[in-house]
């Protein structure tokens, strides 16, 4: 698996133990591999099985033809530009793909969608998305729809998820389908039902436990493995 790493203050490729530890307690190994440039996005997916794109900084919203709003945080274009390539070409390749908060975002860019910069501001959300108690903690409810993976993956059509946001997705990129929503119409994650698992969440899975948290990881895992024996016939 590849984690595309996040920048800290001083530029550095890194990334949270949580999301590695969650994928090798699910039976797969983890690379994380640097930010670099785009054209080498499909180098580098020659040499895995599935793609987890993680949390991180804000997407610059010039992606989506807009200025940066005045409550937006960090951006790191570098990386950006990375995962639109990676992302771009692990759906043509049909390629497990998981993202990660930042990550749905990322995907949903992609493909021509756009997010709220700032919710506070932007959107009328009855719901706190910027959690207030310790992160392995579930804060909100959310619906699930029927017949999707998200729904094959967790078992049920109402799950409780942490959340660590001031953004999210707002217009769908093309293909994608919204697969579950807060009360308050929010969408909490999206996939591509013409793939075999390209699936984005806005909350930490890595972070809670149970089937709406690290168990999670298992059904990418296992996208991901299936793939790879597909490929090796």
Not at 173 to 182: E, I, N, P
Not at 188 to 215: C, D, I, K, N
Request: glycine letters at 10%.
């Amino acid at each position: 698996m590849m984690l595309p790493a996040a920048r800290q203050t001083r530029p550095a490729e890194t990334t949270a133990r949580a999301y590695v530890d969650a994928i090798e307690a699910s039976g797969g190994l983890c690379v994380v591999l640097p930010n670099t440039a785009p054209a080498a996005a499909g180098a580098l997916l020659d040499r895995i099985d599935g793609l987890v794109l993680t949390g991180g900084d804000d997407p610059h919203p010039r992606a989506f033809g807009e200025q940066p709003h005045p409550r937006i945080d960090v951006v790191d274009e570098r990386r950006d530009l990375f995962e639109y390539a990676l992302v771009t070409e692990a759906l043509e390749r049909d390629l497990a793909v998981f993202g990660i908060c930042r990550g749905v975002q990322m995907m949903n860019i992609a493909l021509g969608g756009d997010i709220f910069q700032d919710l506070v501001t932007q959107a009328e959300h009855p719901i706190c998305h910027s959690q207030r108690t310790v992160e392995d903690a579930p804060w909100h409810d959310l619906v699930v729809a029927p017949g999707t993976v998200l729904h094959e993956a967790v078992g049920a059509k109402s799950i409780a998820v942490n959340s660590f946001h001031h953004q999210s997705c707002r217009g769908l990129g093309q293909g994608l389908v919204a697969s579950a929503w807060t009360s308050d119409g929010l969408v909490e994650a999206l996939e591509h039902p013409s793939r075999s698992w390209f699936l984005g969440v806005q909350w930490h899975p890595e972070l809670l436990p149970g089937r709406a948290g690290r168990e999670l990881f298992g059904g990418f895992v296992a996208a991901a493995a299936s793939k790879s024996r597909d490929y090796k016939r």
